[in-house]
């Protein structure tokens, strides 16, 4: 007990009860609401992923600043001015976006519908597998390329507003239509949402891995790079000979056959039924102990 006191003598000295008035509540209401939001729209964006590991920084800070590691703490104070120069210009396509959308009005309710499109997000289904399998190997016989991204968890919004809007269902028929030569829709790459194609013709960044082939082309190089920034499925169907790649998560598995993408399209899916049950399960936690409590106070 007494070590718990000191603790808090030491380090929460500065924790205090003050009196609260009408106006703070309003005021905590009002940041609550902006930090939700900020906070849906960077887990919408690239942004999440960078901003994750910002937090597992400040997580050894802090406790570098409870056990007093002062080497730590004054590299950390000495770099703070840095780093905050640094997150501006990591966060900058995402914070000019923001302040875009701010100018326009439209701040609020496009976060309030980015995170309700993520909250209802369709997983895909095995007819939407079997129909991208076959697409993808109809147009390897006949070399006609192609770049198709599977979207998972984290939403591809910045790369689909660079294409040009599509929400159709997916089939064969169609995939290949986009990527037939000299059609509007066949340069870049198509964005799938669960079941349906939401954007076409929509840019991705390279990647600057200097260990990849010098032999891949531009198509390559781009599904590698956009798996290296979010946790996309990307499919290639390579132009010069055919052949059907997957990159995910920066490795490109190269050459594969209908069975093995099946394969990873399937393990893909599993992995959001899995997730789906974890949901359902919580759920019904939280119903069972509404029950409960209910029956206690009868």
Same mark, same amino acid.
């Given at each position: 007990m007494q070590g718990f006191e000191t603790f808090v003598k030491n380090y929460l000295?500065?924790?205090? !009860?003050?009196?609260?008035?009408?106006?703070? @509540?309003?005021? @905590?209401?009002? @940041? /609550?609401?902006?930090?939700? #939001?900020?906070m849906v729209w960077i887990k919408n964006t690239r942004a999440w992923?960078?901003?994750k590991g910002l937090i597992v920084i400040l997580?050894?800070?802090?406790?570098?600043?409870?056990?007093?590691?002062n080497t730590i *703490?004054?590299? =950390?104070?000495?770099?703070?001015?840095?780093?905050?120069? =640094?997150?501006?210009?990591?966060?900058?396509p995402e914070? +000019?976006?923001?302040?875009? /959308?701010?100018?326009?009005?439209?701040?609020? /309710?496009? *976060?309030?519908?980015?995170?309700?499109?993520? #909250?209802?997000?369709?997983?895909? %289904?095995?007819?939407?597998?079997?129909?991208?399998?076959?697409?993808?190997?109809?147009?390897?016989?006949?070399?006609?390329?192609?770049?198709?991204v599977v979207e998972r968890e984290i939403v591809l919004a910045e790369f689909e507003r660079?294409?040009?809007?599509?929400?159709?269902?997916? %089939? $064969?028929?169609?995939?290949? $239509?986009?990527?037939?030569?000299?059609?509007p829709l066949h340069d870049g790459a198509v964005i799938i949402r669960g079941n349906r194609i939401v954007s076409a013709t929509c840019y991705l960044p390279l990647s600057d891995n200097l260990h990849? /082939?010098?032999?891949?082309?531009?198509?390559? +190089?781009?599904?590698?790079?956009v798996s290296e920034v979010n946790d996309s499925l990307t499919i290639v169907v390579s132009e010069e000979t055919g052949k059907v790649s997957v990159a995910e998560k920066g490795k490109l598995e190269r050459d594969i056959t209908p069975e093995? *993408?099946?394969? +990873? !399209?399937?393990? #893909?899916?599993? *992995?959001?039924e899995d997730t789906g049950r974890l949901e359902k399960l919580k759920r019904r936690l939280k119903e069972h102990g509404k029950e409960t409590s209910q029956n206690g106070d009868k």
């Open positions: 000295f500065w924790v205090h !009860l003050p009196e609260i008035t009408r106006t703070d @509540i309003v005021e @905590i209401l009002i @940041i /609550s609401v902006l930090v939700y #939001n900020i992923v960078l901003f997580g050894f800070i802090f406790l570098a600043a409870i056990f007093q590691m *703490l004054w590299l =950390a104070e000495r770099t703070l001015s840095v780093g905050i120069t =640094a997150l501006v210009i990591i966060f900058q914070l +000019r976006k923001a302040l875009e /959308s701010l100018g326009q009005k439209k701040f609020f /309710s496009g *976060l309030m519908f980015m995170d309700l499109q993520r #909250n209802n997000t369709e997983r895909y %289904s095995e007819r939407t597998v079997t129909e991208l399998v076959k697409a993808c190997f109809e147009m390897g016989k006949v070399k006609t390329g192609a770049l198709i660079t294409g040009i809007p599509l929400d159709a269902m997916v %089939s $064969n028929q169609l995939i290949i $239509n986009i990527f037939e030569h000299n059609t990849l /082939s010098k032999e891949l082309g531009t198509r390559h +190089r781009a599904a590698v790079g093995r *993408l099946k394969e +990873r !399209l399937m393990a #893909n899916q599993k *992995l959001f």
